[in-house]
């Protein structure tokens, strides 16, 4: 329901030429035009610190940051919001943003259109592309790393013609799907949906990371304004605990249970608007004992308590392989490095807080159920588990989110949110506020990594040997499938005759650490490079040539044992791509930095992986097109209409791309990669079999694409294993001014296989990199000595920001990957395995010294200013 006045005091004002009266005890301006008012193409990324732009409007011809601006302020102001531009504008930005592929996820975009559009008001043709960038500083985007941004306002300002068709088949540029509806703020986000009688809940955290609940009073809240009810631990009719592999992590934390990490939820309070059980929720009393928390995971391995009430060790799991005689190779080597390096704690600072809507029919004793995470089936299931319901019993309708990037994988708060709607059997919506975000969903792991690297006289390397420690929090999410990640590929793309690896996850009172971009993959690497990098300072020779004598060919054994395809021919094409440039910036006196990575496509290591699609041909001509994968920014949907353009031969504007658990298509995450290859190949074959039958009106195709040739690390008896069945590589070097040691360019040469769309990909590895500059020089995410994070704001976090990001050239390689649908190899998360091992690598040509923490603060670093 509209959040109602809770006095008679008013504001008057006009909003897009409409006179407007609103509750005067708002928070700020943001909460009633969005809770009052409905209007919804401002977001909430972070009310009310006025970090992320996602909220500005014009007021009175001027861009304003509208959760900071106070209620009472706009008392006969002209509001203008992107609802209220004419037409024609509206369509000037949004055909541009569409065209220049300016758009991910979308959650940004109408808080920056907002503020380009006061630039261009005032400076037209005259705006020049580096003082808009400067004017962004307001503003962050998550995903597109600003450069697709920024041609999009330029081609506004100069009056660019653009075109702004649908893509055609496979490999051809065209509009992002539903682009248009995304720079509007037209298609909405779970928190933009409103349904008649629809009641909002808060949730009550813990206040100790490790301590036992003695008491939980919820009379206070009660008996508060307009709240219909408090549930706890003791209301949960079927399993507390949920999880994407361990069923480890409960949904609330009931009297008499322990505390484990600083997102635990106690309760969850439901009351008719969203301000009332935010404030109701804060009148619940909890009478705790408080224990020691374990934080440091090194120690945590043999400390005789248990960090995680449930479990029985500290240590989450182990990965470990060893290939051929380590000690021999290191004692015959001409040179040994040894090294240790230490990664930090990431947020993925998604633009979109999590939020779940859930509508009962009690007509029927169904619910359905709106989500944004990253895997609406295991949503599904966990939900029914959780109520002790059948599956056929809930829908789970995916909204497309605003960023996920692994963050949404674990369920937030759809579990608390499911409940109150069903004990209650009325619609309810609970949005988490950018600090319950930041305390609730899994990080990106610490990993502190000692390595030992040889190589013989000629810079051929001998073996690897790494010890891994990550910390992984509390519950176990998919930690232990990050650090297995990470000890799979601790050499990175080289051939190395004698391995020898071991891996553990470690739990902890921190926070949960999960699936974050990477996934233990850039961890290592920057590791690996850096030793690579050591030793071509011992030889004498080059980046460049130090990687060109050890990277991976066909036919050679990789890693953990297994023997690479054809598909590894993209690492040394990547290589001889970057060999122009790189020895032209050399020489051109600047400080240069190289690195060389892989990252795998698809789950692997023995999972089977399945994937389903389903070509449904309607009455009206639509053809539906429903996939399991989730469209979070990365184009999933667009590519599931490609490949059907391509195979149907049909024009784009007759498909219309769904994802829901009303057929059973979804078998895990969104995650590896793997989103665009499974798709893919699920919906090429749905075509098939539709081609095959005629086409016929009112029938589901289905297309069923698995994986199954994958063996487990490590696997007894297994020589050479596949731990995977397909990877991407790529080539990034950084140029940097020796003097004042700030980053002018980074050059991207990616390996994708096949690029479906090669607009969506360049995107993709912008924003890639844009995130791996900010985990190289400035990102982190530190606990203090209580297991809480002590950055606590989005402008904390060190997310670089426009005018900090420098020029990124993107060239998209394509060697095909055998078994792959047209050759697809994954492009989302390896843009940025090379990016951290090359800015040290280019401080250190710099300066003279190794890094070997993350982050790299160089001279001018001003990210958090």
């Known amino acids: 329901m509209t959040d109602v006045p809770t006095t008679t005091a008013q504001v008057s004002f006009r909003v897009n030429g409409r006179d407007v009266s609103v509750a005067a005890d708002h928070p700020h301006l943001l909460s009633a035009l969005r809770e009052e008012l409905d209007i919804t193409s401002p977001k909430d990324g972070c009310s009310p610190s006025g970090q992320c732009g996602c909220c500005t409007i014009m007021i009175d011809g001027k861009a304003q940051v509208s959760c900071q601006y106070p209620v009472a302020k706009a008392e006969g102001r002209e509001i203008t919001t992107l609802e209220g531009l004419e037409d024609n504008e509206r369509a000037r930005y949004s055909d541009a943003f569409s065209s220049c592929g300016g758009l991910q996820c979308g959650y940004c975009i109408p808080g920056i259109v907002m503020r380009a559009k006061s630039q261009v008001d005032k400076k037209g043709a005259d705006l020049k592309r580096e003082d808009m960038a400067r004017h962004l500083g307001a503003h962050l985007c998550r995903c597109t790393g ?20 649908l893509p055609g088949g496979v490999g051809s540029r065209g509009t992002k799907y539903e682009a248009a509806d995304l720079a509007l703020g037209d298609r909405g986000y779970v928190d933009d949906i409103r349904v008649p009688g629809m009641l909002h809940a808060a949730l009550h955290l813990t206040s100790h990371v490790r301590a ?23 209301d949960v009719p079927g399993d507390i605990k949920v999880g994407i592999i361990y069923k480890d992590w409960p949904v609330f934390i009931g009297v008499g249970e322990r505390t484990s990490y600083a ?43 248990i960090a995680v009430a449930g479990t029985d060790s500290n240590i989450l799991s182990r990965s470990e392989y060893t290939r051929g005689d380590v000690d021999a190779q290191l004692a015959a080597s001409a040179h040994v490095v040894n090294e240790t390096f230490q990664t930090q704690r990431i947020e993925h600072a998604f633009l979109e807080p999590e939020s779940t809507l859930a509508v009962p029919n009690s007509s029927n004793g169904t619910m359905h159920v709106y989500s944004g995470g990253q895997g609406v089936w295991d949503d599904r299931d966990q939900i029914c588990a959780m109520l002790g319901i059948s599956t056929d019993k809930v829908t789970v309708e995916l909204v497309s989110n605003g960023g996920g990037f692994g963050g949404k994988e674990d369920m937030s708060n759809q579990g608390q949110t499911a409940l109150a709607a069903w004990l209650l059997q009325q619609p309810v919506k609970c949005t988490l506020s950018r600090e319950e975000s930041l305390l609730m969903h899994a990080k990106r792991h610490p990993i502190r990594m000692e390595y030992t690297v040889g190589c013989d006289a000629n810079g051929k390397i001998t073996a690897v040997r790494a010890r891994m420690v990550g910390d992984s929090g509390s519950y176990a999410s998919v930690g232990m499938k990050v650090l297995e990640r990470a000890a799979g590929h601790a050499t990175g793309p080289y051939h190395t005759p004698a391995v020898d690896v071991s891996s553990i996850a470690v739990r ?90 892989l990252k795998n ?15 449904h041909f309607r009455e009206d001509g639509i053809v539906e097109v429903r996939h399991g994968w989730t469209e979070m920014g990365q184009g999933v949907h667009t590519v599931a209409l490609q490949v059907a353009v391509e195979e149907l031969k049909i024009d784009a504007s007759r498909i219309r791309v769904i994802v829901d ?3 059973q298509l979804g078998f895990g995450q969104t995650t590896g990669s793997r989103g665009t290859l499974m798709a893919a190949a699920s919906v090429k074959n749905a075509c098939a079999e539709a081609l095959n039958d005629g086409c016929t009106t009112g029938r589901d195709y289905v297309g069923e694409y698995v994986v199954d040739w994958t063996q487990h690390l490590g696997e007894p008896g297994v020589e050479n294993p596949t731990i995977h069945s397909a990877f991407g590589y790529a080539a990034q070097m950084v140029i940097m001014d020796p003097a004042t040691q700030t980053i002018e360019k980074v050059v991207a040469i990616h390996d994708v296989g096949r690029a479906v769309n090669p607009t969506l990909c360049e995107g993709q590895i912008e924003g890639a990199v844009h995130m791996g500059l900010g985990y190289a020089l400035s990102e982190d995410f530190p606990t203090n000595e209580l297991g809480y994070p002590t950055n606590m704001t989005l402008r904390s976090l060190g997310i670089l920001r426009a005018k900090d990001v420098p020029a990124i050239d993107v060239t998209l390689v394509e060697c095909p990957q055998p078994k792959s649908p047209y050759g697809i190899k994954g492009v989302g998360e390896i843009g940025l395995v090379p990016t951290a091992p090359a800015v040290a690598a280019a401080l250190h040509a710099a300066d003279g010294v190794w890094r070997t923490q993350l982050p790299m603060k160089p001279k001018t670093s001003d990210s958090n200013d």
């Open 146 to 165: 600003y450069v697709k941004v920024l041609d999009a306002i330029d081609t506004v300002a100069k009056g660019t013609p653009v075109d702004i068709s």
């Open 212 to 234: 036992d609940i003695l008491t939980i009073d919820t009379s206070a809240a009660l008996q508060a304004p307009g709240v219909r009810a408090v549930f706890t631990a003791a």
């Open 263 to 305: 997102g635990d939820v106690l309760a969850v309070v439901v009351a008719d608007t969203r301000r009332q059980a935010r404030d109701a929720a804060q009148l619940i009393s909890v009478e705790y004992n408080v224990h020691r928390p374990i934080v440091d995971a090194l120690a945590a391995i043999d400390d005789p308590e």
């Open 508 to 597: 902890t009172n921190n926070p949960v650490c999960g699936a974050f971009r990477g996934f233990g993959a850039n961890q290592a690497q920057f590791a690996m490079e850096g030793c690579l990098d050591r030793l071509a300072e011992k030889l004498g020779i080059s980046g460049w040539e130090i990687r060109k004598r050890n990277v991976i060919h066909p036919g050679e054994v990789w890693g953990p044992g297994q023997i690479m395809d054809d598909g590894c021919l993209g690492a040394e094409a990547c290589l001889d791509a970057m060999k122009p440039a790189y020895d032209t910036a050399i020489a051109s006196g600047k400080a240069v930095g190289l690195g060389l990575g």
């Open 601 to 615: 496509s698809g789950l692997g290591n023995g999972f089977r992986e399945v994937s389903k699609a389903v070509v």
């Open 661 to 663: 658990t009303t057929r």
